[in-house]
């Protein structure tokens, strides 16, 4: 029963030890180094270009804007509610 439980606590000292074994040289790299575009809040006063009014009487840009959502690109319009703010619609 002695032979079986140091034998145990031998395995279980090896398993432990296993992780530190096979991280040996790896090297972390920066995921992103470069600089990033600056980003336009749509809630500002900022004029991208012609507007038209959407079939549910909405102001829109003129423009397609691509999104990720859930890791899927989609197309998108920007559109300002009632309230004067700016929404993403989905086509």
């Known amino acids: ?3 079986d439980v140091v034998l145990t606590v031998i395995f279980f ?3 432990l030890s296993i992780p530190y074994i096979v991280d040996a040289g790896v090297i ?3 995921a992103y180094k470069q600089p ?3 980003w336009l809040d749509p809630n500002q ?3 991208f270009g012609e507007y038209f009014v959407s079939k549910h009487g909405l102001i829109c840009h003129n423009s397609v804007w691509e999104i990720t ?3 899927i690109t989609q197309p998108a319009r920007k559109c300002q509610l009632p309230d004067g703010s ?3 619609f989905l086509y």
């Open 28 to 30: 972390v790299k920066e």
């Open 1 to 3: 029963m002695i032979k």
């Open 86 to 88: 700016w929404q993403t």
């Open 69 to 71: 959502q859930n890791g």
């Open 36 to 38: 990033q575009d600056k």
């Open 13 to 15: 000292l090896t398993v």
């Open 45 to 47: 006063n900022n004029h």
